[in-house]
T-cell receptor, first 114, second 110 residues
Framework: EPEVTQTPSHQVTQMGQEVILRCVPI?????FYWYRQILGQKVEFLVS????????KSEIFDDQFSVERPDGSNFTLKIRSTKLEDSAMYFC????????????FGDGTRLSIL | KNEVEQSPQNLTAQEGEFITINCSYS?????LHWLQQHPGGGIVSLFM???GKKKHGRLIATINIQEKHSSLHITASHPRDSAVYIC????????????FGKGTKLSVKP
């Protein structure tokens, strides 16, 4: 069965550095999402992406964050000038449509900011 | 903004027991999802439903739109069912993004 793959599985970065989290969604999916989960807390929506543009973003997704689909297969989340509070598990998800079929999640990238 | 509440937060059961996890939400939705999060952190979709009831193996999910309530049932529970079960909703006007509950940590003892 096709899977959403995320790399790296664990990223350790110094505070203030830029980090790029990578996702390869399922190939025929059209809707893409990033979520994050701070340790011990619930999963939170960051951003949704459709037709090569952001379709919705949360209050968390400020100017520090950006997303790209650079080559039609990868879907990246960039965090500029990371802060300690960015430490979390980041999940990518994709779906073939909206509101009809469930989202498929990657295994996540654990981001640790030192 | 939709508020998603789950109960109980933690649940310990003996193997073979029937388990129920509840979810309520505050605002009308287009769909409700039940997800399973493994100890390693990965998330798997179990059900997506907007009305009625769905069954997959030993898992059953129901939703009552009028009462804004859903339940996830596990029949004949097994230690491998131990995981965090998460309820998440899609608001009617959203682009499919999910609003999550805090999850229910289930531990099934042999």
């Amino acid at each position: 069965e096709p899977e959403v793959t995320q790399t790296p599985s664990h990223q350790v970065t110094q505070m203030g550095q830029e980090v790029i989290l990578r996702c390869v969604p399922i190939s025929n999916h059209l809707y893409f999402y990033w979520y994050r989960q701070i340790l011990g807390q619930k999963v939170e929506f960051l951003v949704s992406f459709y037709n090569n543009e952001i379709s919705e973003k949360s209050e968390i997704f400020d100017d520090q964050f950006s997303v790209e689909r650079p080559d039609g297969s990868n879907f990246t989340l960039k965090i500029r000038s990371t802060k300690l509070e960015d430490s979390a598990m980041y999940f990518c998800a994709s779906s073939p449509d909206r509101g009809v079929q469930p989202q498929h999640f990657g295994d996540g990238t654990r981001l640790s900011i030192l | 903004k939709n508020e998603v509440e789950q109960s109980p937060q933690n649940l310990t059961a003996q193997e073979g027991e029937f388990i129920t996890i509840n979810c309520s939400y505050s605002v009308g939705i287009s769909a409700l999802h039940w997800l399973q999060q493994h100890p390693g952190g990965g998330i798997v979709s179990l059900f997506m439903l907007s009305s009625g009831k769905k069954k997959h193996g030993r898992l059953i999910a129901t939703i009552n739109i009028q009462e804004k309530h859903s339940s996830l049932h596990i029949t004949a529970s097994h230690p491998r069912d131990s995981a965090v079960y998460i309820c998440a909703v899609e608001d009617g006007g959203s682009q499919g993004n999910l609003i999550f509950g805090k999850g229910t940590k289930l531990s099934v003892k042999p």
